[in-house]
């Protein structure tokens, strides 16, 4: 099993750009979750879908990011436009939600985003 | 709402010291509990997990955590640390009767473990 792939694995973009920012959850998953990680701010649930439909975007810290999960094996999470305050690393996690699961989620390498 | 409370922000300990990492949640129910760990740079791997049966958890490296549903705490031991075991422990919590999924992630225990 390949786990959890995301990419890029580093992202420089200049303050303004568009940047998009890919996950392949683990085959047979059926939840994606979006983190974003840094000093400031600690581990952050950013939106998490489930069988494809977003189910708590709470996170999501402003109309500049959007997340969309056309099928079951690709995800995608968008900034338009980038802020250097958005440089951060951003994690993809999946896990098998039912009935006897444990729930664990299973983490991606991440995105390193720098906006200068 | 669900919360996860790590008091230990950070900790230093030398090498073959015993380690005690506290977790306390706040769901009442039926909960899944996680602790995972952060080496520096890499992202989160699942450490050990309870689910149900035994509150005593073994997990991987050594590591264990007891389950005490009177004190709402799954804390993390390890009877003797090594220097590789610097890194980010965050502890997690998913409670069964809130109709959703995600996991509720203490704000991590960094441990530096000196040779």
């Known amino acids: 099993d390949a786990g959890v792939i995301q990419s890029p694995r580093h992202e420089v973009t200049e303050m303004g750009q568009e940047v998009t920012l890919r996950c392949k959850p683990i085959?047979?998953?059926?939840?994606l979750f979006w983190y974003r990680q840094t000093m400031m701010r600690g581990l952050e649930l950013l939106i998490y879908?489930?069988?494809?439909?977003?189910?708590?975007d709470s996170g999501m810290p402003e109309d500049r990011f959007s997340a969309k999960m056309p099928n079951a094996s690709f995800s995608t999470l968008k900034i338009q436009p980038s802020e250097p305050r958005d440089s951060a690393v951003y994690f993809c996690?999946?896990?098998?939600f039912g009935s006897g699961s444990s729930n664990e989620q299973f983490f991606g390498p991440g995105t390193r985003l720098t906006v200068l | 709402a669900q919360s996860v409370s790590q008091h230990n922000h950070h900790v230093i300990l030398s090498e073959a010291a015993s380690l005690e990492l506290g977790c306390n949640y706040s769901y009442g129910g039926t909960v899944n509990l996680f602790w995972y760990v952060q080496y520096p740079g890499q992202h989160l791997q699942l450490l050990l997990k309870y689910f149900s049966g035994d509150p005593l958890v073994k997990g991987i490296k050594g590591f264990e955590a007891e389950f005490i549903k009177s004190k709402f705490s799954f804390n993390l031991r390890k009877p003797s640390v090594q220097w590789s075991d610097t890194a980010e422990y965050f502890c997690a919590v998913k409670g069964y009767q809130t109709g959703a999924n995600n996991l509720f992630f203490g704000t991590g225990t960094r441990l530096t473990v000196i040779p």
């Open positions: 996690a999946s896990s098998l």
């Open positions: 879908f489930n069988n494809n439909v977003p189910i708590d």
């Open positions: 085959s047979g998953h059926n939840s």
